[in-house]
């Protein structure tokens, strides 16, 4: 069980960082980092930044001074991906993405917005349409690379039967 392994080297990985938590919000931190690394592959080169980011999320959540409504999301999670659009937990903000809207809005990076709201690591902050209309956009690229290519190789054809 990796994941058992993982979770004996948090105290170590959180002692030998520059953070200082409490005995509680240590317990808090290697709980939610846990149950994350059960439900998310993450490289062991990326923990020690989990772990600060959950760490800082769980301290600057402590300072608030209302901390239990800043936990309700705008919207059920269930409800926050549909085909057209994504909408933010933190504001329910409707978007095609919102990429760019956590950090820039809420100072979130994606991780820490996943970790937050329990969501997992391929919930989707794109609308699945936004997404597919890029890949069919790429598709039609591709497209027009193999037309350009056809009407290449008719023209050396042409170019053939001219020449007998
Ligand atoms: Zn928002």
């Not at 979770?7 to 030998?16: N, P, S």
């Not at 769980?58 to 300072?63: C, D, E, Y």
Request: charged residues 20%; positive net charge; glycine residues 4%.
């Amino acid at each position: 069980m990796p994941y058992q392994l993982e979770q004996q080297h948090l105290g170590e990985i959180m002692d030998t960082a520059q953070l200082t938590p409490n005995a509680e919000l240590k317990d808090l931190v290697a709980e939610i980092v846990s149950s994350y690394l059960a439900n998310n592959h993450v490289a062991p080169a990326d923990l020690g930044n989990l772990i600060t980011t959950v760490h800082d999320l769980l301290k600057s959540l402590g300072k608030a001074p209302e901390p239990a409504p800043s936990l309700i999301p705008a919207v059920p999670i269930s409800h926050s991906v549909r085909q057209d659009y994504v909408v933010c937990l933190e504001c329910g903000k409707r978007a095609k993405t919102l990429r760019r809207h956590i950090s820039a809005m809420h100072d979130l990076t994606r991780d820490a917005y996943r970790i937050k709201w329990g969501l997992k690591s391929d919930h989707a902050l794109t609308a699945p349409i936004y997404a597919d209309q890029r890949s069919v956009f790429a598709k039609r690229i591709g497209l027009g690379q193999r037309r350009k290519m056809e009407s290449t190789a008719l023209s050396a054809i042409d170019n053939s039967s001219a020449a007998q």
